[in-house]
């Protein structure tokens, strides 16, 4: 069944795919088999990761860009990661309008990931779903990440290109300076450039963007675009195109170090997720699990002790 | 030593807790030893949650929210999370400015708690650091996140009271409506309420808030303020206050429950740190995890089979 599944998605079947990424959503042994089959056949797509805060308007400007690519003859996969929502478990809105419009386009997949309970592996799952698309033949494969959380930061660095987005008048405040977005990014957008500030926006952020230091010497370039009107697309294209090729070109020692540490913290990821995984699948733990949280919450053992004493129980 | 550095950290001393949370940091047994001390001298004071997206003016709400407290004589702690920078190792010029100027009053601490490197341990840490600070005496501690990523959420949920700061114009955009950061926020702050659009913010936050399911049936208060003005920051108090004298009182069941989830997600937390050290720190581990690296870099194996190989090392 499993080498049935492979087949199929290999093939580009789209449905296929879905079916391959909830099995990665779900994790153990059947993500791990599967994931081994398809590994093979990746690193054929070119990836973008596409960040920002909300309401810089990412949603938009990946749908347009998802279109103009696809106008290109390019086939394009779409990741979207969402902080996990306590209450409903992560149903969102806006993704549910938006893949029932682009959804209806067979050259464009979309997908939203949401975290399933507090057991992690969201990053593994999406960074899966990624080399999933890159093998069942999308040529372009977009993540897109809602903030600038610790997890989102490394999963965009797993990109080929990252970019980052910023609206105008951002630059007020100098919390949304923060070194981390800005390190990240390969490549700027000023969304919604049809507002004011946006040539103060970008005299600031040309200001930072000065005082980084990239091992790699890349200038990153600064496109606004209005994603709504379908403005500065080709630009934003063009940018992307160019850091690709310019990674492909120079400093070959610089990108297989950073491919290195991608795959190390991916390494680590699912190595992480692993180990608990295998401790929780022993007889009783769940159920210590259980009884020992609840012992904290009401301050009878503190954590480190509680921990030792799950710890402590012969590994059988 | 380590018994003399707690006697001081209890008796409020600040560079002792300065120098336990740069323990607590390290992780390992030193940390586990201090946390066990620390542990039964916690739960006096209140945690106080503020997140929201970068640019809306968190820091200057959490300063200004911190000298109001001071004025009152309380003792403020606060603790700010960064993402991971990931060239410079998340220096932060804003969080500089900010501790030079805070950090001259004795009854404020701040402390920025960044990412070191890529083996976790930030959520674990910063919760942490607010015990330190609970057992230190500061009476109100407020922890700060940049962005709306899972493990921010994760961390903002183990406050007292979570915070959403928001600012006119974000309901412009589908994505600033994201239901993972409405349902955490126990408190709403519309920030630069002197800006246009408060009213229609306010309005379509109401509406989004009106459809919310929460299981302790508060209404979450929508609180405008002009922090740089020191505008409102009596009414975010007051709304605070009110919300941890609620779940003092009413509904005991549903807070135990969240108490209980929170202290099971710390138990996850430092599992997976605490196994993956374990695993890391047996002889040999770290040196094939880097030749793995370089091999699934150059895609000589799948990162699956690369951790298969790994743990099937003998265990000693």
């Known amino acids: 069944m499993a080498s049935e599944l492979i087949q199929k998605l290999l093939s580009g079947d789209a449905r296929s795919v879905a079916r391959a990424i909830s099995v990665v959503e779900q994790g153990g042994a059947a993500a791990a088999e599967l994931m081994r089959a398809v590994f093979p056949h990746t690193g054929n797509a070119t990836v973008v990761g596409i960040t920002g805060a909300p309401g810089a308007g990412k949603s938009s400007l990946v749908d347009k860009l998802a279109l103009f690519y696809k106008e290109k003859g390019e ?54 779903a990624v080399a999933i698309l890159d093998a069942a033949g999308y040529n372009k494969v977009i993540v897109e990440t809602v903030g600038v959380g610790q997890d989102e930061v490394e999963i965009v660095k ?26 990240i990014g390969d490549v700027f957008v000023i969304n919604k450039a049809d507002r004011e500030g946006v040539l103060r926006t970008q005299k600031e952020l040309e200001a930072l963007l000065s005082l980084a230091h990239r091992p790699d010497m890349w200038h990153p370039p600064i496109v606004p ?13 063009a940018a992307i195109e160019k850091y690709v090729g310019y990674t492909a070109m120079a400093y070959g020692e610089e990108i297989a170090d950073r491919k290195a540490s991608i795959a190390k913290w991916r390494l680590l990821e699912l190595l992480r997720e692993r180990l608990l995984n295998e401790l929780l699948n022993r007889n009783g733990t769940e159920k210590n699990l259980e009884r020992l949280a609840a012992d904290v919450a009401a301050k009878r053992i503190d954590p480190y002790s509680a921990i030792e004493e799950i710890l402590s129980e012969p590994r059988t």
């Open 75 to 128: 086939k394009v996969g779409i990741v979207c990661i969402d902080p996990s929502s306590p209450f409903s478990g992560g149903a969102i809105l806006g993704d549910r309008i938006r893949m029932s419009t682009l959804g209806l386009d067979k050259n464009i997949f979309i997908r939203s990931m949401a975290t399933r309970g507090n057991l992690g592996g969201l990053s593994r799952a999406t960074v899966d």
């Open 158 to 183: 797993t990109a080929d290109v990252s970019v980052v987005v910023l609206v105008p008048g951002m630059g007020d405040d100098i919390q949304a300076i923060k070194a981390g977005i800005m390190e």
């Open 225 to 237: 675009t209005v994603a709504t009107e379908n403005k500065g697309l080709e630009d934003l294209a």
